[in-house]
T-cell receptor, first 116, second 113 residues
Framework: DTEVTQTPKHLVMGMTNKKSLKCEQH?????MYWYKQKAKKPPELMFV???????INESVPSRFSPECPNSSLLNLHLHALQPEDSALYLC???????????????FGPGTRLTVL | AQSVSQHNHHVILSEAASLELGCNYS??????LFWYVQYPGQHLQLLLK??????LVKGIKGFEAEFIKSKFSFNLRKPSVQWSDTAEYFC???????????FGKGTMLLVSP
């Protein structure tokens, strides 16, 4: 299995809802990432987990809460979002170790989130 | 901090024209370099990557890129574009010791049939 999967593909939520995005990989990768991408802009890094521990939080508002239950799974819990949080949320993973090739990131298809 | 510059925000070409998209990065140490493509409404796909070795890298769909260390550049090329190459192209860099990617702002390529 050489892909990163994300569910759901699309999500529409109100500002008072609580929802979660899910990301899964079975490549044995030890780093996982959440990115936010607005239309016609590059992805912006939100969080990095290395060996299941949060290693980078790019000053993301607390209404976004990441979780890494195990080395294959990464969740992003959403609560009290704002309309400006509407975007494509991308998950990625990378092997780590193994020299420079360990830094290559493999991206999932993303979840397109709309906040009403 | 690392930065990546893509010189052209929009490029318009006719089919069969040659393509070159510029990418320059700021870090002076050892880097890993990537080009990603994002077709309209779709997710990021890796076109090609450079870690070490031959500075001329061949990727998918007839794309290639050349790493020129002295110019801090990693330009993307294709000899003859097709309408289906219409997409956003992102250059990205990691420092060899870290895995966080720094993306350029992207270049929107429009190929007219």
């Amino acid at each position: 299995d050489t892909e990163v999967t994300q569910t759901p593909k699309h999500l529409v939520m109100g500002m008072t809802n609580k929802k979660s995005l899910k990301c899964e990989q079975h490549m044995g990768h030890r780093a996982m990432y959440w990115y936010k991408q607005k239309a016609k802009k590059p992805p912006e890094l939100m969080f990095v987990y290395s060996y299941e521990k949060l290693s980078i939080n790019e000053s993301v508002p607390s209404r976004f809460s990441p979780e890494c239950p195990n080395s294959s799974l990464l969740n992003l819990h959403l609560h009290a979002l704002q309309p400006e949080d509407s975007a494509l949320y991308l998950c990625a993973s990378s092997p780590l170790g193994g020299g420079r090739a360990g830094n290559e990131q493999f991206f999932g298809p993303g979840t397109r989130l709309t906040v009403l | 901090a690392q930065s990546v510059s893509q010189h052209n925000h929009h490029v318009i070409l006719s089919e069969a024209a040659s393509l070159e998209l510029g990418c320059n990065y700021s870090y002076g140490g050892t880097v890993n370099l990537f080009w990603y493509v994002q077709y309209p409404g779709q997710h990021l796909q890796l076109l090609l990557k450079y870690f070490s070795g031959d500075p001329l890298v061949k990727g998918i769909k007839g794309f290639e890129a050349e790493f020129i260390k002295s110019k801090f550049s990693f330009n993307l090329r294709k000899p003859s574009v097709q309408w289906s190459d219409t997409a956003e192209y992102f250059c990205a860099v990691t420092n060899s010791g870290y895995s966080t990617l720094t993306f350029g702002k992207g270049t929107m390529l429009l190929v007219s049939p």
